[in-house]
Antibody, heavy 122, light 110 residues
Framework: EVQLVESGGGLVQTGGSLTLSCVAS????????MSWVRQAPGKGLEWLTD????????YYVDSVKGRFSISRDNAKNSLNLQMNSLRAEDTAVYYC????????????????WGRGTLVTVS | EVVLTQSPGSLSLSPGERATFSCRAS???????LAWYQQKPAQAPRLLIS???TRATGIPDRFSGSGSGTDFTLTISSLEPEDSAQYYC???????????FGQGTKLEIK
């Protein structure tokens, strides 16, 4: 079955750190860009970061730049998000998502999502 | 940065009715590369439409997308009770290497 499964969420103190993981199965993980997207309670979706197939390129939204770090291990089909200096406004469900699109264009979207993992910063 | 504004904020319609969701971009979206997602309560988003009008695999044909430039529309032709959800539009901008979502429209089925 093609799926993404996140883990690692939980309660963390303000200023603390947490690492989220996402394990992929059912598809060739190393062939896809991957993203993290979050959703604060009762709010909309916010893209945070993505990483190239081989891990050489990474992009971040300004609100997490310098605090969050994305990485991947293609041998283990896993995607990680290291989150430091956490703030109350980082409280959200964090989703792992597969990027799909055409390189060199704006034609990119998310065709596979995990069920998410909840991070609470208090 | 392109801002996506969705309207209305919420809809309340009956089964069998037509639902229309609007997504307006602050700048022209070249190539009409706009996607739509459905998110039911406590579930992950699901891709419905890419490139403004291409249905994703397994999406019923009652879902359709249209539009160009700055104005895009998602239409559900005949509502089913299971269509009750939040709907989001999304675009990617290569120049900033970033994705943007609209704020969403909530659909309630009476």
């Amino acid at each position: 079955e093609v799926q993404l499964v996140e883990s690692g969420g939980g309660l963390v103190q303000t200023g603390g750190s947490l690492t989220l993981s996402c394990v992929a199965s059912g598809f060739t993980f190393s062939s896809y860009w991957m993203s993290w997207v979050r959703q604060a309670p009762g709010k909309g979706l916010e893209w945070l970061t993505d990483i190239k197939e081989d891990g050489t390129d990474k992009y971040y939204v300004d609100s997490v730049k310098g605090r969050f770090s994305i990485s991947r291990d293609n041998a283990k089909n896993s995607l990680n998000l290291q989150m430091n200096s956490l703030r109350a406004e980082d409280t959200a469900v964090y989703y792992c998502a597969r990027d799909q699109g055409v390189s060199g264009t704006d034609d990119w979207y998310f065709d596979l999502w995990g069920r998410g993992t909840l991070v609470t910063v208090s | 940065e392109v801002v996506l504004t969705q309207s209305p904020g919420s809809l309340s319609l009956s089964p069998g009715e037509r639902a229309t969701f609007s997504c307006r971009a602050s700048q022209t979206i070249n190539g009409n590369f706009l996607a739509w997602y459905q998110q039911k309560p406590a579930q992950a988003p699901r891709l419905l439409i890419s490139s403004a009008s291409t249905r994703a695999t397994g999406i019923p044909d009652r879902f359709s997308g249209s539009g160009s430039g700055t104005d895009f529309t998602l239409t559900i032709s005949s509502l089913e009770p299971e269509d009750s959800a939040q709907y989001y539009c999304q675009r990617y901008q290569q120049s900033s290497a970033s994705y943007t979502f609209g704020q969403g429209t909530k659909l309630e089925i009476k």
